[in-house]
């Protein structure tokens, strides 16, 4: 078989990454909790020099500690240092010596049919590895009566114990944390991005993840064709319901609302808006501008913090 044929370079790829990554993805083992007997499985990815795993946050559940393990044959104990259901994800910490960290990617710069590969320990197999492309980006995922946004749909194969392993660009750069199997030939993983690398930092500083508030909530929406040109966009955030007396409601937010920037800052889709809802706009005016009725209209809203239900 010759070099230049497309299919030998795609193993090469994949195999490459594959060598790279694999060495660097733990197989994790976490008791269960509350008199439930038996162990959860699942994955996680070195990302530091000094022993800090990522993986989910449904991996630990409420967990505090487990043993991760890895393909060289060796082991450790781990504790819990924060998790964020939220965001599906978790960091942990190794007592013990843990291989070379993976580099994190920029989930940001993916584009559609790109080519990922998945590194896990599925079905509490050690090493897997499976290989496809991004079939979408910016995907909502329903789980655990919460809803996780922007999600990476991908066609590589997923199966149990997959869940906080690498989903990782050609590079061997880890863009995604594998969180669910969405379907027969679907997969989710959690984007490595500006937010998420917010969150990983604030997990690994206060073990939490503050968060603000506003009572909305959101779809994309289109801008009405005659404000197109004078706004240089054409969608914004259709404002689909106003929680009674939340920040948004007291701002005067209404459904039918279309949202166009908040912060000073463009909002074109959800994301958009949850990149300001961090700790810093807690209890902070929020200048927000939306089109209502075919006229532009400015309100102040003040976030509170999100609690947990």
Avoid: C
Avoid at 192 to 209: C, E, F, K, P, Q
């Amino acid at each position: 078989m010759e070099a230049s044929n497309p299919l030998d370079a795609y193993s090469q790829i994949v195999s490459s990454v594959a060598e790279r990554l694999t060495p660097k993805v733990a197989s994790l083992r976490v008791p269960r909790g509350q008199g439930r007997m038996g162990e959860s499985l699942g994955s996680g990815v070195v990302f530091t020099g000094d022993g800090f795993l990522l993986t989910n946050a449904h991996v630990v559940g409420k967990a505090t500690s487990g043993t991760a393990s890895f393909s060289d044959g060796t082991s450790a104990p781990f504790r819990v240092v924060g998790a964020d259901p939220l965001s599906d994800l978790a960091v942990l910490r190794a007592n013990g010596p843990t291989p070379e960290p993976a580099e994190l990617g920029e989930a940001d710069k993916l584009v559609v049919g790109q080519l990922v590969v998945a590194v896990g320990n599925p079905l509490g197999l050690a090493g897997s590895v499976t290989a496809g492309v991004v079939s979408a980006l910016g995907r909502s995922l329903p789980t655990r009566g919460r809803l996780i946004e922007d999600v990476i749909q991908t066609d590589a194969a997923l199966n149990p114990g997959n869940s906080g392993g690498a989903l990782a660009d050609a590079e061997a750069r880890v863009v995604g944390i594998n969180t669910a199997v969405a379907g027969v030939g679907l997969g989710m993983a959690v984007p490595v991005n500006d937010t998420t690398r917010r969150i990983i930092s604030a997990l690994m500083r206060d073990g939490r993840v503050r968060r603000a508030y506003l009572g909305l909530v959101t779809m994309p929406g289109p801008v009405p064709a005659n404000w197109r040109e004078r706004l240089g966009r054409t969608t914004g955030l259709l404002v689909a319901q106003v929680v009674s007396d939340g920040p948004a409601d007291r701002a005067g937010l209404r459904p039918g609302d279309l949202l166009l920037t908040a912060g000073g800052k463009p909002v074109k889709a959800a994301q958009d808006l949850q990149r300001l809802m961090f700790s810093e706009a807690i209890g902070r005016p929020l200048a927000i501008t939306v089109m209502r009725n075919g006229a532009l209209v400015d309100v102040i809203a003040e976030p509170s913090e999100l609690v947990a239900a």
